[in-house]
């Protein structure tokens, strides 16, 4: 299979895929021009990758999660602390989020967006002086 046919069976564009080959994620096998010739089950790696993209997972995680998909003898364990550590990070940057959300609603309602120049939202914006340090 080319590049164009395993980009459309995969879901992933074809930049990403020869992207997931320079790093070592997926290897196909090279004809004698040079060619890319993929195989099923590239296919099933890239929709592997694919997937495990969207939910978040970085490339590190991916490139360990291939390799426990890929090993008959892994233990689901270790999938799952993979999963976890994941999710942990999610959860931190949902706090995050939650928090920074709070605080520009709060900015947003105690400003009054009319013809003052006063905003509560650039004062926040702006460093207060004990912040900055002198460059002299």
């Not at 495990?52 to 590190?60: P, W």
């Not at 990070?89 to 520009?104: F, H, S, V």
């Amino acid at each position: 299979m080319n590049i164009g046919d395993v980009a459309e069976r995969s879901g992933l564009p074809a930049k990403t895929i020869r992207y997931y080959e320079d790093i070592g994620l997926v290897k196909p096998l090279r004809s004698a021009n040079g060619y890319r010739s993929f195989r099923n089950r590239d296919v099933h790696k890239l929709a592997f990758l694919g997937r495990a993209r969207a939910l978040g997972f970085s490339i590190e995680d991916c490139r360990n999660l291939l390799k426990l998909y890929e090993d008959d003898h892994r233990t689901s364990a270790e999938v799952k602390h993979i999963a976890e550590d994941h999710l942990d990070r999610i959860d931190q940057k949902i706090a995050e989020l939650t928090e920074m959300r709070a605080t520009l609603a709060h900015l947003v309602n105690a400003c009054a967006g009319d013809h003052r120049p006063d905003c509560p939202i650039l004062a926040d914006l702006a460093p207060k002086p004990n912040e900055i340090s002198s460059a002299e």
